[in-house]
C-alpha cells in the first residue's frame, strides 16, 4: 500500500514517486520536500512545530534551520505554480500550517501496478529523472564525513589519470566508477591544454590557452546510473565542436568571483542549461569573523534569468589548501515558478547552489584552478 494525498481536483501529492501531479503539470520534489510536505499533510490546518520538523527529518543538525526555512520557500514556489497562494502559513517562532483540505489514500500494489501499465512514456521517462535528480542532491547533501574525506588537506580523494602531463590534467574522484575508459577519454579530448574533473554527478572542464590564461569553463551533469563512457563520449564531442562558441568573458567587475556554462545530461546532444555567475563581496566584524554576501544567478544563452540567489556564507575554516564555507541566510528570486518544473537542470543547480556546506580546495593556485564540492566535485576558477 502507498499513500496519495489530494486537495480536491487541483492536485494529488505521491511521496513514493517525488512528485505534486496538478493536471498535465508534474512538480518534482526532492526528498527534503517530500519528508516535510508529507508531515504537513498529515496534520492538515494544524500547527506543525519546527522543532518537530529539525528532530525528524534534520536530526537536529546544526545547519537545520537553514535547511527547513529552504525546503519550505521551495515548497511555496511549487503551490504557486500551480495557484496556491498562501497554501503554507507560517506561524511565527512557531511552526507552519498547511491551510488546504487533504483527502488521504491508500492505493493497492496492485492497482499501482495498473497505473504504471497505463503510463506514457514521458511519464516513465520524467519519473527516471526526478529520481536522478534527487540522487544528485543526496551525494552532495550526505555525511559530512564523506564530504570531508573528498576536501580535507590536501584531498586525498582526488586522483589523477597517470597519463597527464603539463597543462592536460584529467583528474577523477575516488568514488567513480573503475569502469571508466579514461585513456579513451583523456585522447579523444580535442584541446591542447586543460583542467578536468570526473565526478560521479559532473564532469567539469576548464580550457586554458597557450599563455596560461582561462578560455573556458564548463559543467557538464553525468548520470550515473547510466553507461558513463558513453556520456563522457558524448559531452566530449560536444566540447571539441562547440567550445570556442564559449569564452572568457573579460569584465571589468571586480566583484564577479566566478562565472561557468553549465549543461544538461548527454543523451545525444547536451542542453546548455545556463551560464551562472557570482558576485561577492565580504566584511568582516571586530572578532575577525569574515561574511561573504554572494549573488548567484542563472541565465539562459538568451539572457533570460531563472533564478537568482541572495546569500550570506560564513568562513569556517581557512588553510592554505581547504576553505569551508557555511550558508547562513538566503533569498531566492525565482523569475517563473514554472521555468524550475520545466527547464529541465535548473532545479538541480538550484539545490547544489543553496547547500548548507561547501567545501573548496586548491588545485593549482597560481593558475587559480579550484575544486568545490558542489556536484560531488567540480572544477572551478576565480
Given amino acids: ?41 498529515e496534520h492538515q490546518m494544524q500547527v506543525v512545530e519546527r522543532k518537530k520538523l529539525i528532530s525528524e527529518i534534520w536530526n537536529d543538525q546544526e545547519s537545520s534551520d537553514i535547511g527547513l526555512n529552504k525546503t519550505i520557500l521551495l515548497l511555496r514556489r511549487k503551490f504557486e505554480s500551480i ?21 488521504c489514500l491508500l492505493v493497492s500494489d496492485e492497482a499501482e501496478a495498473e497505473q504504471q501499465k497505463s503510463l506514457p512514456r514521458i511519464g516513465i521517462a520524467f519519473f527516471i529523472v526526478t529520481i536522478i535528480s534527487v540522487t544528485s542532491a543526496l551525494v552532495v547533501r550526505g555525511s559530512h564525513s564523506v564530504t570531508e574525506d573528498y576536501f580535507s588537506t590536501p584531498p586525498n580523494n582526488i586522483k589523477k589519470y597517470q597519463g597527464s602531463t603539463g597543462q592536460k590534467q584529467l583528474l577523477f574522484m575516488g568514488g567513480v566508477s573503475s569502469l571508466v575508459n579514461y585513456n579513451a577519454i583523456f585522447n ?48 566530449i564531442d560536444d566540447i571539441n565542436k562547440h567550445s570556442n562558441e564559449y569564452v572568457v568573458r573579460n569584465e571589468k567587475n571586480h566583484s564577479l568571483v566566478y562565472y561557468g556554462d553549465y549543461f544538461s545530461e548527454c543523451n545525444g546532444t547536451p542542453r546548455h542549461i545556463g551560464t551562472i555567475r557570482v558576485n561577492s563581496t565580504n566584511t568582516q566584524d571586530s572578532a575577525g569573523k569574515i561574511t561573504d554576501v554572494q549573488n548567484v544567478s542563472l541565465k539562459t544563452i538568451d539572457g533570460k534569468v ?3 540567489i541572495t546569500r550570506a556564507v560564513y568562513n569556517r575554516e581557512n588553510s592554505t589548501k581547504t576553505i569551508h564555507y557555511r550558508l547562513g541566510s538566503f533569498n531566492v528570486k525565482i523569475a517563473d515558478p514554472d521555468e524550475i518544473s520545466n ?20 588545485i593549482n593556485k597560481k593558475q587559480r584552478v579550484y575544486i568545490s564540492s558542489a556536484f560531488g566535485g567540480i572544477l572551478y576558477t576565480r
Fill in 306 to 308: 531563472i533564478f537568482d
Fill in 83 to 103: 495557484g496556491l497562494v498562501d497554501a503554507i502559513e507560517t506561524i511565527p517562532r512557531i511552526g507552519y500550517v498547511l491551510r488546504l483540505k487533504i483527502e
Fill in 343 to 362: 527547464h529541465k537542470g535548473s532545479d538541480v543547480l538550484l539545490n547544489q547552489f543553496t547547500q548548507d556546506n561547501i567545501y573548496h580546495g586548491v
Fill in 1 to 41: 500500500m502507498r499513500k496519495v494525498f489530494k486537495h480536491n481536483d487541483i492536485f494529488s501529492f505521491e511521496p513514493k514517486i517525488f512528485k505534486i501531479l496538478s493536471g498535465r503539470k508534474e512538480l518534482k520534489l526532492s526528498i527534503k520536500e517530500v519528508d516535510v510536505l508529507t508531515i504537513l499533510c
Fill in 188 to 235: 579523444k579530448i580535442g584541446i591542447f591544454n586543460f583542467y578536468a574533473l570526473l565526478s560521479k554527478n559532473a564532469f567539469s572542464i576548464i580550457k586554458i590557452d597557450g599563455s596560461h590564461d582561462i578560455k573556458w569553463r564548463g559543467v557538464y551533469l553525468v548520470n550515473s546510473f547510466h553507461d558513463i563512457n558513453s556520456q563522457l563520449s558524448c559531452i
